[in-house]
């Protein structure tokens, strides 16, 4: 569908995409348009009967748009893409071309809340039964597929626990039984993870994390591996209506240029962020993918090029540690999202995975206590320095039973007491 296939990823960022427009701009004039002429009844005809291609309506396709689906379609190896509102359009866009009523989906655990929301909300009021199961554990995934599962749906490494789903050992067992994989590659981006390569037929990606990286933009993108999957994909994103407009086409497109080269800042520092707080006494312990302390290290090392921008981690102390340890970074914005150049600090349990409820959380192991931060692509000395200020706040709560001064305080709470206090300053 586009010629820069042949190029390395990192000129496939700076190019594909990039066609030849009036006048000779290097990059795609933005067409902020909703409507296009036609040269007469017949043209117009021709353009609906798709036998003639061009452009109708901007919801239908527009050029700025486009330039940026061809991009996102090269830097995935995959046929084409849509660009879609908003990452949780592009999953409904995406679920909604395989799922109707009497359908099952099967779903990893650890996902986006709201993606665990949407199924179990929306799709189940359409009449669509879902299991959720660890990814990890084949076994388990095996297990929960019925002759009615057309979907398994994977976001690996998760949200925001950071477990990861062998791509291709899954794909290999859902398509045994029929059913096609759905991978969500926001948290590495393609130029990590190009989950096609294992044989997943869709992947989707919220526009608004790494691949814009500038926290300016809400988008996404639903990306198919083969042409029997494209038309109609865009049919009903067509009919759903969730299509990213020109001017943040234009946005993400021009984010995409830099990709490589933030994600290589992004990984290094994410590396060396990791091994810090892996170090630090307030914390309990932290999962990076490209630490060896993760799990499924071997698995990372296989099936990503670095670890990404993502850590979580566990303070001692639980959520109360957690909370005094967010209200005092300075550099770290607290502020969900991720994948930016900037860094950001969240806590899933009470922001971005809180629309879950309690027992989907601890189905997925998002513990109350659990930090998610996105590592940026500033200076990673002075990413540490601000966390390391912001942890010495936590420290001070750090259990020191032998406190006098806590037993005598009535006014200190129990959760507090168990977290240590404020006097062992
Ligand atoms: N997929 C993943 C893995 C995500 O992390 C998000 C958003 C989405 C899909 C949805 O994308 P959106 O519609 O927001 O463009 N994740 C967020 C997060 O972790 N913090 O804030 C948003």
């Keep these: 569908m586009?010629?820069?296939h042949d190029y390395a990823p990192d000129t496939q960022a700076v190019h594909a995409g990039i066609d030849h427009y009036e006048f000779g701009p290097v990059v795609p004039p933005i067409y902020q348009v909703s409507t296009f002429a036609f040269e007469h009844a017949d043209h117009g005809a021709a353009l609906f009967a798709n036998r003639q291609p061009g452009y109708i309506y901007s919801r239908m396709g527009n050029p700025t748009v486009e330039a940026l689906e061809k991009s996102i379609a090269t830097l995935e190896g995959g046929y084409a893409a849509l660009a879609?509102?908003?990452?949780?359009?592009?999953i409904h866009t995406a679920l909604s071309a395989?799922?109707?009523?009497?359908d099952h989906i099967v779903c990893g655990d650890a996902l986006y809340g709201p993606t665990c929301t949407l199924v179990e909300t929306v799709f189940a009021k359409y009449g669509v039964e879902s299991t959720f199961v660890d990814t990890d554990d084949l076994d388990a995934v095996r297990a929960a597929l019925r002759p009615n599962t057309?979907?398994?749906?994977?976001?690996?490494?998760?949200?925001?626990?950071?477990?990861?789903?062998d791509l291709e050992a899954i794909t290999k067992l859902a398509h045994e039984h029929g059913a096609v994989v759905i991978c969500d590659n926001t948290f590495m981006s393609p130029v990590l993870q190009q989950p096609f390569r294992y044989g997943v037929d869709v992947v989707v990606h919220s526009l608004t994390k790494a691949l814009n990286g500038h926290a300016d933009v809400i988008g996404g993108a639903v990306v198919v591996r083969d042409e029997a999957h494209y038309r109609p994909m865009r049919k009903i994103l067509n009919h759903l209506g969730g299509v990213l407009p020109p001017f943040e086409s234009f946005l993400v497109h021009r984010g995409i240029k830099t990709l490589p080269l933030r994600i290589e800042r992004q990984c290094t520092n994410g590396l060396q962020v990791a091994e810090f707080l892996e170090l630090c006494?307030?914390?309990?312990?932290?999962?990076?993918?490209y630490l060896p302390s993760h799990p499924q290290y071997e698995l990372a090392r296989?099936?990503?090029?670095?670890?990404?921008?993502?850590?979580?981690?566990?303070?001692?102390?639980?959520?109360e540690a957690g909370k005094n340890m967010m209200s005092h970074v300075r550099l770290c914005a607290l502020a969900v999202s991720l994948g930016g150049v900037e860094s950001l600090i969240q806590h899933p349990a009470s922001m971005t995975h809180a629309s879950m409820g309690a027992d989907a959380r601890q189905r997925a192991h998002i513990t109350d206590g659990l930090v998610r931060l996105s590592v940026g692509i500033e200076n990673v000395q002075d990413v540490i320095n601000d966390l390391k200020l912001a942890l010495s706040h936590v420290t001070r709560l750090a259990p020191d039973v032998t406190c006098e001064e806590c037993r005598r305080n009535p006014a200190i709470s129990h959760q507090a007491r168990s977290n240590g206090c404020q006097h062992a300053v």
């Design 2 to 4: 586009n010629e820069s």
């Design 84 to 90: 879609c509102a908003s990452g949780m359009a592009a």
């Design 98 to 102: 395989f799922l109707q009523a009497g």
């Design 150 to 165: 057309k979907v398994v749906y994977v976001e690996t490494p998760g949200n925001p626990t950071l477990v990861l789903t």
């Design 281 to 289: 006494p307030a914390v309990a312990w932290v999962r990076y993918p």
């Design 302 to 319: 296989r099936q990503m090029r670095g670890g990404g921008p993502v850590i979580s981690f566990e303070l001692r102390g639980g959520i």
